[in-house]
């Protein structure tokens, strides 16, 4: 495994002028503009929110926190920005005094490391922990608005998006998590996943003894392995054939970071009236509870999610949905008798993983669906921790008012007696 450190140049995120046309976006932009105007006789300018426009570790530090930002290689050339927060602000007079227990973070679906500390610092799980004593890594999975980068490919180029999350889970999750290890010298971390960031980890964990026993406990937050009963119109795609999503979408990126977005959410969403209408687009595709959200916060949210990633891997997704198993991708029988040397696809058995596991899950949360996260539960053999939050949706994990009170606390605690 090859590991590098060193001063980060960042790639532009990829504009909505070098996207392939897609209709369903811009026509969900046009409505939203019309509604937005029959709704608003009149809005009022608000000073745009600075972090609109900071990546992680610029926001890091606007809130007086120290930011380490670093780049892992993986086996297969893709180069990951990885953040720190070595330490908190409550406890900044002890820094360097011992080693600090590390929690690692890595985001869900479409999402990058922002969504640990895009709430204000009182109600962000990365700066909690850090404020806990914890020293703080937060991941971006390959091809996000901030791990855009290579060491031979371009994003201009397909092949750079052959991926989806089962390359997540068995290059990114090892080259981070021995990165980690090795940079901090602890022998093993706390793991915390939202969404995706469960599913690799129960691919990761259940398949790799070595890297598993490097994880002291992982924290699942609205989990996925299967989405058999999901609802979310995430996994509508399997309505849609293999062969026509590729030519729909294409073989690149799926829904980055566009200078479009950007402006809805400058322009648009910055005004006071119509931060209720912007939150509707996450309702769309995740569903949140606008009252559990500090609505103020929607510009900044809508500049750093979504993120993007390829279309390969929501494909892979769309092969989750249909088959209602968790499964390596699907190439079809020649394919997979090229990449497996067997006519199906392997699957994953969360049942092999033995890290002990805290869970949450939400009751209205139409991606982690309640009816399959009761099934998940049977499947994990050292399950130490659930907590079922009944109106929760998914995105209340990461960004709800109440999450310190119902959720972040008890992993602290959780953390704090497994130390």
């Given at each position: ?6 001063a980060?140049e ?7 002028h ?7 976006w811009l ?22 929110d600075?972090e609109v426009?900071?990546n992680?570790?610029?926001i ?6 120290p930011a380490?930002?670093?780049e892992?290689?993986?086996?297969d ?12 602000i ?7 005094t ?5 929690a690692f ?12 500390i ?5 109600s962000?799980l990365?700066f ?6 914890y020293d ?18 371009s994003p201009?180029e ?10 997540m ?5 090892p ?16 793991y915390?996943g939202h ?9 990761a ?11 002291k ?6 989990p996925?392995?299967?989405?058999s009963n999901?609802k ?7 309505i849609?054939p293999?062969?026509?999503a590729w030519e729909?979408?294409?073989k ?6 566009s200078?479009l977005?950007?402006w809805f959410?400058?322009?648009f969403?910055?005004?006071e009236r119509l931060d ?13 509870d606008?009252k559990?959200?500090n ?23 769309r092969?989750?949905a ?7 991708f699907?190439?079809?029988?020649r394919?997979n ?5 067997k006519?199906?696809p392997?699957?994953?058995y ?6 002990p ?32 939050i ?8 990461i960004?709800?008012?109440d ?5 972040y ?11």
């Amino acid at each position: 495994m090859l590991y590098r450190t060193y001063a980060v140049e960042r790639q532009p995120a990829l504009g909505f002028h070098r996207l392939k046309p897609k209709m369903a976006w811009l026509l969900l932009g046009v409505v939203l503009l019309i509604h937005g105007a029959v709704q608003c006789e009149e809005t009022f300018e608000q000073d745009l929110d600075p972090e609109v426009n900071m990546n992680i570790s610029q926001i890091i530090s606007y809130w007086g926190y120290p930011a380490e930002e670093h780049e892992v290689v993986t086996e297969d050339g893709y180069i990951l920005s990885v953040n720190r927060i070595p330490y908190g602000i409550k406890n900044k007079g002890s820094k360097g005094t011992k080693l600090r227990p590390v929690a690692f973070l890595q985001h869900g679906l479409l999402a990058a490391g922002s969504n640990w500390i895009t709430n204000l610092p009182n109600s962000s799980l990365a700066f909690i922990l850090a404020d806990a004593g914890y020293d703080v890594w937060i991941g971006n999975s390959r091809g996000n608005t901030w791990s855009r980068k290579h060491v031979t490919l371009s994003p201009d180029e397909d092949a750079y998006w052959a991926f989806s999350f089962d390359e997540m889970a068995k290059k990114d999750l090892p080259a981070v998590i021995n990165f980690i290890t090795k940079s901090t010298g602890q022998e093993q971390i706390y793991y915390v996943g939202h969404s995706q960031g469960t599913t690799i980890a129960f691919i990761a964990f259940s398949t790799m003894p070595e890297l598993a026993s490097k994880i002291k406990m992982f924290f699942a937050l609205a989990p996925v392995a299967k989405i058999s009963n999901s609802k979310s119109p995430m996994t509508k795609l399997s309505i849609v054939p293999e062969f026509l999503a590729w030519e729909l979408f294409g073989k690149k990126v799926f829904f980055p970071q566009s200078t479009l977005i950007k402006w809805f959410a400058t322009e648009f969403c910055s005004h006071e009236r119509l931060d209720v209408l912007c939150g509707n687009i996450f309702f769309v595709l995740c569903g949140f509870d606008e009252k559990n959200l500090n609505m103020s916060r929607t510009p900044v949210y809508t500049t750093h999610c979504p993120a993007g990633t390829s279309v390969k891997n929501m494909l892979h997704w769309r092969q989750l949905a249909k088959s209602g198993k968790l499964g390596a991708f699907d190439y079809g029988w020649r394919g997979n008798m090229a990449h497996y040397n067997k006519s199906t696809p392997p699957l994953y058995y969360v049942r092999d993983m033995k890290v002990p596991t805290a869970l949450w899950s939400g009751g209205h949360d139409t991606l982690a669906d309640p009816k399959d996260v009761t099934v998940l539960l049977t499947q994990i053999p050292n399950l130490v921790y659930h907590k079922d939050i009944p109106h929760w949706e998914h995105l209340d994990f990461i960004w709800g008012l109440d999450a310190p009170e119902l959720m972040y606390n008890q992993i602290v605690k959780l953390m704090n007696q497994h130390a």
